[in-house]
């Protein structure tokens, strides 16, 4: 399965003055980890970082270090996710009919998370990794007035991995870009364009990366995963 990481931000939320990726939660850096999770899923035979040119000698020397035995390539990111995938799918190699896309930041999924995707992918059109949400969700108007309450056994909060036919995923990016669509995951071009996306039950631990109080937390998963 090919594997599509998008890691080309800037970390704004984080304050920190570098990708955030590049920052180290038990002395391994936040993509360390997410291609050691990579490199464990047996699934996975194809790594396609995508990420910004000046962050790659800093990714190069990582790689170095991690020795991986799957190919891997360094893909030219955009200003936002969307482009980022954008490019990240004209990268694909030929041979891709599906595509699996996990945000760097989300360095807790576990390698049988992402073998899970890859496996289910294979017999459907798209899939997202999400779980069911703990807290009562409200909407509410730019006055701070609640307007709704949805009914929380209809709500999931969205991971990933994410996993798309990669011909579908091109056609609804395509279709993005000329209805100028802003989204925040790939799954949503395919809900725009009316294809059914599946959840695979995700896990409560496959944080995404956001502020420095993700970094403690990430440190404590790791420290009782890993158990030292
Ligand atoms: N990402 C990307 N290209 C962008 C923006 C984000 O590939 N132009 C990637 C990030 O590197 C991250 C994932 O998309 O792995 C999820 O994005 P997010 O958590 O929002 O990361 P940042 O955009 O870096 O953080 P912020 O929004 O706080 O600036
Ligand atoms: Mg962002």
Not at 210 to 227: C, G, K, M
């Amino acid at each position: 399965m090919y594997l599509l990481i998008p890691a080309a931000g800037v970390g704004k939320r984080m304050g920190s003055d570098r990708n955030k990726l590049l920052l180290e939660v038990r002395s391994q850096t936040i993509i360390a980890w997410t291609l050691l999770a990579a490199q464990a899923a047996q699934e996975i035979t194809w790594i396609g970082i995508i990420s910004q040119p000046t962050d790659w000698p800093d990714f190069q020397s990582i790689l170095a270090n991690l020795q991986l035995t799957k190919p891997v390539e360094l893909i030219i990111g955009g200003a936002t996710r969307q482009e980022s995938v954008y490019n990240g799918l004209q990268a694909l190699p030929e041979a891709a009919e599906q595509v699996l896309i996990h945000d760097g930041a989300r360095c807790l999924a576990t390698p049988d998370l992402l073998n899970s995707c890859a496996q289910a992918i294979r017999h459907c059109s798209g899939l997202i990794a999400a779980v069911p949400v703990k807290d009562t969700i409200k909407v509410v108007d730019e006055d701070g007035i609640i307007q709704s309450t949805p009914d929380r056994r209809n709500l999931w909060a969205a991971q990933t991995p994410q996993g798309f036919n990669v011909e579908l995923l091109k056609k609804c990016h395509a279709e993005g870009v000329s209805q100028g669509w802003e989204v925040t995951d790939d799954a949503a071009l395919f809900e725009k364009c009316g294809i059914e996306v599946q959840i695979v039950e995700g896990e409560e631990t496959n944080l995404k990366i956001t502020t420095p109080q993700d970094l403690a937390i990430a440190e404590f998963i790791l420290s009782s995963r890993f158990n030292s």
